[in-house]
């Protein structure tokens, strides 16, 4: 059987935003969570966000989402999750 994983309380995940917060989460990556938040479901394509926010197509979203998550997971210490390659890309 697998070990349990563990992602954290509401709590940790309050202080892991709020650390980002303080350390200047750009104004188009707060954007960005409000566009997602706000679609419908809460679902949206990086294609959808990236054309509501005037980039030139999903990669910016995908950036932009890639770094906002590196900093909440290192603010959680999460493992890093292994690349395609197979090594362990750090936060």
């Known amino acids: 059987m697998a070990a349990k994983e563990s992602f954290g309380t509401v709590d940790d995940y309050v202080k892991a935003f709020e650390n ?3 350390k200047k989460i750009h104004p188009n990556t707060i954007a960005l969570l409000r566009l997602h938040f706000k679609a419908p479901y809460h679902t949206a394509t990086h294609e959808q966000l990236a054309k509501k ?3 030139a197509d999903y990669r910016g979203v995908n950036g932009a989402n890639g770094r906002l998550g590196s900093q909440i997971g290192k603010a959680l210490r999460m493992p890093a999750a292994p690349n395609p390659e197979g ?3 750090p936060f």
């Open 87 to 89: 090594a362990r890309k």
């Open 53 to 55: 926010i005037g980039y």
């Open 20 to 22: 980002a917060r303080r």
